[in-house]
């Protein structure tokens, strides 16, 4: 996990991982995080946070958050993702995430294919980044931590579409719900069109 990493490190240089959680919900933001390990601190059990349980994962967040030499979370918002689309708002918020960080990297390592365009020296895209660089699976663990606790909050406030349990995602329960009370101010009226297609929702004013 720290192949990546080392290199640097060697050359007393900083490098953050770059990860985001929630490109293909429903509804809700997306959620990046920027991180900056402390070379001299190993946190041990660094992975893809989709392979980690929530326990596992919540444990490691307040560790990393403790223990990291900076560190940056951020959003673009269901608006945004709508305005200028989900690839965009992504590079979005991982930008607002760099920005945010305390010092300033040599090196940037994303996750993914994609260069978000980050005011770095160098950036590296690293497929499966999350399971490959121990920055890169620190944000990760960051991101849907915060987002999934983010939809959480969301669901105290629209019971009825029951994101505490799906944080968005287009599940059927979910998927009956919004065909059943319609679309909420939270839902990305762009990803909807296609199920709203299959049917008509009950309510005539749309939730929220």
């Given at each position: 996990?720290?192949t ?94 760099y920005?945010g960080?305390?010092?300033?990297p ?16 160098e ?21 849907k ?64």
């Amino acid at each position: 996990m720290y192949t990546y990493e080392t290199p640097y490190w060697e050359q007393d240089k900083l490098v953050c991982g770059i990860d985001e959680a929630g490109r293909g919900p429903l509804a809700g933001p997306v959620c990046a995080a920027a991180v900056i390990l402390d070379p001299n601190y190993t946190i041990e059990g660094l992975n893809d946070s989709k392979k980690l349980s929530e326990k596992k994962r919540n444990l490691l967040f307040d560790q990393i958050k403790e223990h990291a030499l900076s560190y940056c979370i951020a959003f673009a918002t269901e608006q945004e993702i709508d305005e200028i689309n989900i690839l965009q708002a992504t590079f979005l918020a991982m930008n607002r995430a760099y920005a945010g960080l305390e010092k300033t990297p040599d090196a940037a390592f994303v996750d993914g294919n994609r260069d978000p365009g980050l005011p770095c020296g160098e950036t590296t895209c690293i497929v499966k980044g999350d399971a490959k660089s121990a920055s890169v699976a620190a944000a990760s663990i960051l991101a849907k931590v915060t987002r999934d606790r983010y939809m959480e909050m969301l669901d105290e406030q629209y019971p009825q579409y029951q994101f505490k349990v799906h944080k968005g995602y287009p599940t059927k329960k979910h998927v009956e719900a919004l065909l059943e009370h319609g679309p909420s101010e939270v839902h990305r009226q762009t990803f909807l069109k296609k199920i709203l297609a299959r049917g008509t929702y009950k309510n005539e004013e749309h939730a929220g």
